[in-house]
């Protein structure tokens, strides 16, 4: 389901509300985009911000979740949206640009992900 939400002009970033068309989900950067690459194409939009990447879920999302290093940003939270060609840092930028289909990824489809690299991290973790 594609979201309304405009992208910012090519020059400002733009501090958007949560719950409207969208919820977050706050990742540390490494389990992030190891979990984009697990999603592949099912991966929506994904802004990263120095150590942290910004999962968009739909919105409602936040209020259910519950995964240990995570963080659901629904009502009364905000995520910076960083131009639309910006790709790169410093600062927010597109990870994954928003498509055609919209910014959401689905939340089944990004915890699955993310316990995917988080198993994997741990695993790595306990055999060093």
């Keep these: 389901m594609p979201t309304t939400t405009p992208l910012p002009s090519a020059t400002t970033y733009t501090l958007l509300d949560a719950s409207r068309d969208w919820d977050a989900i706050r990742v540390p950067r490494s389990i992030g985009l190891a ?56 600062g927010p930028h597109w990870r994954m640009c928003p498509g055609e289909d919209g910014w959401l990824t689905q939340p089944q489809a990004l ?7 988080m198993s994997v991290k741990a695993g790595s973790e306990g055999s060093a």
């Design 35 to 90: 979990a984009m690459a697990v999603l592949g194409t099912r991966c929506g939009a994904v802004v990263e911000d120095r150590t942290v990447v910004y999962y968009f879920v739909p919105a409602g999302t936040a209020q259910a979740w519950d995964m240990e290093n995570t963080r659901p940003l629904g009502t009364g939270a905000s995520v910076t949206i960083p131009p639309a060609r910006r790709t790169e840092g410093p």
């Design 111 to 117: 915890q699955a992900a993310l316990e995917d690299c």
